[in-house]
């Protein structure tokens, strides 16, 4: 904090009394004039300006407050735009700032603007505006680390791997015209395709190929692998093991085996041996999971499980028993998920009562917000968010999804839980989804509420420099009785040579 002095000067005869008062820095960081765009990328925009200072253009401020939004931002709808999290501290006045808004959506026009905060939580005015397009994302996947496994006479997997998440597709034939296809568009990083009803003993080409969500497309060189020689006909049933059932409720089940060979699937059931239904799966796997759909609640099923390799031999289980539950209520999911919480901005003031603070939650690969309990969403066990919404969307195979939740709290109850020796404080977040529970935390610096000025030590100070104005006027006054006095005495005695030399002139007119 800053401190202004004011001085008061009181003149009496030739006294000077002066006292001295202290003022809070008032002045706020200049707004920033040339934020500008420097570059921007499918999903990013980097951002320069010239850092201001604590007080207009000199100092240092405390931080960055960077928004933007899909319309130019103004003075009345910045508070309602997007935060951007991790904006860098300020360096000293007049230093080039660089800042990366990450997490953006390509092909679309972006405005940002910023604002200054001091450490007195003086804010400057807005900004200019910076806006950009971001441009499409043309760039395809890169396809590395091709491999085949699993050759034999009549089958092989071909498993690859991109750097981003895309679909996946295998074409393949005796020649490089190919001519046969295998494709999934599930979106992943880690490719695996199986080709099934190839011919023995042949050499086979192939390119494998993957498109982004964009339908930017990467394709492979041409590459080769050779199947086996035709065994022994295959009159060996493949061999069943590892039965058991999960995924329980009232109304369903999940039958789940395995085989030491790629073979079809058959579950037959019923509430006796005669196995009334039947479920399948005509795929060709090793693993074998068939859910058993339309059960009736607190009922004892009996089921046997069935394989068929692709030489027709079938192997079948014994008799296995399962009981449905009694309610069709789904079990409460307990599974911890590590989140990620950002507060913004990074560092608080004691002294920011009564405005909004920003944080967001992003949940791991892989996992949604779906199932939310908007009442479950706490900081640190008690503070529920006064708002909060989606921001980020991502897509999957099924479609999108949201990633990110953005959460607006008053700064009043947050700063109640703060202690107010600490310099930094660990905020976490905690809510129920329906994959489970997810908590996350975040750290911010806090700055002190400033000391008060200590008033009892002021008005001591002007009392003693009141006293010894009065002693100062005291000698000064008797100072001036004696002056006074002197030039009295000093009078009288001109008097009297004046009157003594009057006299002398008259006598000599006399004369």
């Known amino acids: 904090?800053?401190?202004?002095?004011?001085?008061?000067?009181?003149?009496?005869?030739?006294?000077?009394v002066w006292t001295a008062m202290a003022a809070t820095d008032i002045t706020p960081p200049s707004a920033v004039a040339n934020l500008a765009v420097s570059s921007s990328a499918p999903a990013s925009v980097t951002l320069q300006w010239t850092a201001p200072g604590d007080d207009a253009m000199s100092g240092t401020a405390s931080f960055y407050d960077v928004r933007y939004r899909t319309a130019p931002i103004t003075e009345s709808n910045f508070a309602t735009s997007t935060p951007v999290a991790g904006e860098p501290?300020?360096?000293?006045?007049?230093?080039?700032?660089?800042?990366m808004?990450?997490?953006?959506?390509?092909?679309?026009?972006?405005?940002?603007?910023?604002?200054?905060?001091?450490?007195?939580?003086?804010?400057?005015?807005?900004?200019?505006?910076?806006?950009?397009?971001?441009?499409?994302?043309?760039?395809?996947?890169?396809?590395?680390?091709?491999?085949?496994?699993?050759?034999?006479?009549?089958?092989?997997?071909?498993?690859?791997?991109?750097?981003?998440?895309?679909?996946?597709?295998?074409?393949?034939?005796?020649?490089?015209?190919?001519?046969?296809?295998?494709?999934?568009?599930?979106?992943?990083?880690?490719?695996?395709?199986?080709?099934?009803?190839?011919l023995p003993a042949t050499l086979y080409h192939f390119v494998v190929s993957s498109a982004d969500v964009f339908g930017?497309?990467?394709?492979?060189?041409?590459?080769?692998?050779?199947?086996?020689?035709?065994?022994?006909?295959d009159v060996t049933a493949p061999v069943i093991s590892s039965i058991s059932v999960t995924d329980m409720t009232s109304a369903s089940a999940m039958v789940r085996w395995n085989t030491n060979e790629f073979?079809?699937?058959?579950?037959?059931?019923?509430?006796?041996?005669?196995?009334?239904?039947?479920?399948?799966?005509?795929?060709?796997?090793?693993?074998?999971?068939?859910?058993?759909?339309?059960?009736?609640?607190?009922?004892?099923?009996?089921?046997?499980v069935s394989s068929a390799d692709i030489a027709g031999n079938t192997a079948t289980s014994s008799d296995h028993l399962?009981?449905?539950?009694?309610?069709?209520?789904?079990?409460?999911?307990?599974?911890?998920?590590?989140?990620?919480?950002?507060?913004?901005?990074?560092?608080?003031?004691?002294?920011?009562?009564?405005?909004?603070?920003?944080?967001?939650?992003?949940?791991?690969?892989?996992?949604?917000?779906?199932?939310?309990?908007?009442?479950?969403?706490?900081?640190?066990?008690?503070?529920?968010?006064v708002d909060l919404k989606f921001r980020k969307t991502e897509w999957r195979w099924w479609g999108k999804y949201r990633s990110t939740l953005v959460m607006k709290f008053n700064s009043n109850d947050l700063l109640a839980l703060i202690p107010t020796s600490t310099d930094q404080?660990?905020?976490?977040?905690?809510?129920?989804?329906?994959?489970?529970?997810?908590?996350?935390?975040?750290?911010?610096?806090?700055?002190?509420?400033?000391?008060?000025?200590?008033?009892?030590?002021?008005?001591?100070?002007?009392?003693?420099?009141?006293?010894?104005?009065?002693?100062?006027?005291?000698?000064k006054q008797e100072q001036l009785q004696e002056r006074q006095k002197k030039m009295e005495e000093q009078f009288e005695k001109w008097q009297e040579k004046l009157k003594g030399r009057m006299e002398k002139l008259k006598e000599r007119f006399d004369d």
């Open 1 to 16: 904090m800053k401190t202004v002095y004011l001085f008061l000067i009181t003149l009496g005869v030739s006294l000077g």
């Open 89 to 99: 501290a300020p360096h000293a006045a007049g230093t080039t700032e660089t800042f």
């Open 101 to 198: 808004a990450p997490d953006l959506t390509s092909a679309t026009t972006y405005w940002f603007a910023l604002r200054t905060v001091d450490g007195e939580g003086n804010t400057s005015a807005l900004s200019n505006n910076a806006s950009t397009t971001t441009p499409v994302d043309a760039i395809p996947p890169l396809v590395s680390a091709i491999t085949v496994t699993n050759i034999a006479a009549a089958s092989a997997r071909i498993s690859w791997a991109t750097e981003e998440s895309a679909t996946s597709q295998v074409n393949y034939g005796t020649t490089t015209g190919y001519g046969s296809s295998t494709a999934s568009t599930t979106l992943t990083a880690a490719h695996t395709i199986d080709l099934i009803s190839l």
């Open 216 to 233: 930017n497309t990467a394709t492979s060189s041409d590459a080769v692998f050779t199947t086996l020689a035709v065994p022994t006909p």
């Open 263 to 304: 073979a079809n699937s058959l579950v037959r059931y019923g509430t006796s041996t005669a196995y009334t239904a039947s479920a399948s799966n005509g795929a060709i796997v090793s693993v074998h999971a068939i859910p058993l759909l339309s059960l009736a609640p607190l009922t004892t099923y009996h089921f046997a």
């Open 322 to 385: 399962f009981t449905t539950l009694a309610t069709s209520t789904p079990p409460t999911a307990t599974t911890t998920i590590s989140a990620i919480l950002k507060m913004d901005p990074r560092t608080l003031n004691r002294v920011q009562k009564g405005k909004v603070i920003n944080a967001a939650v992003t949940l791991p690969r892989g996992v949604t917000f779906e199932g939310l309990e908007t009442e479950s969403v706490l900081l640190n066990g008690t503070v529920k968010p």
């Open 425 to 475: 404080f660990t905020f976490t977040v905690t809510g129920k989804v329906k994959a489970g529970t997810f908590t996350g935390s975040d750290t911010v610096r806090i700055i002190p509420k400033p000391k008060p000025i200590p008033l009892p030590k002021i008005e001591e100070r002007i009392q003693e420099k009141m006293e010894k104005a009065e002693e100062l006027l005291e000698k």
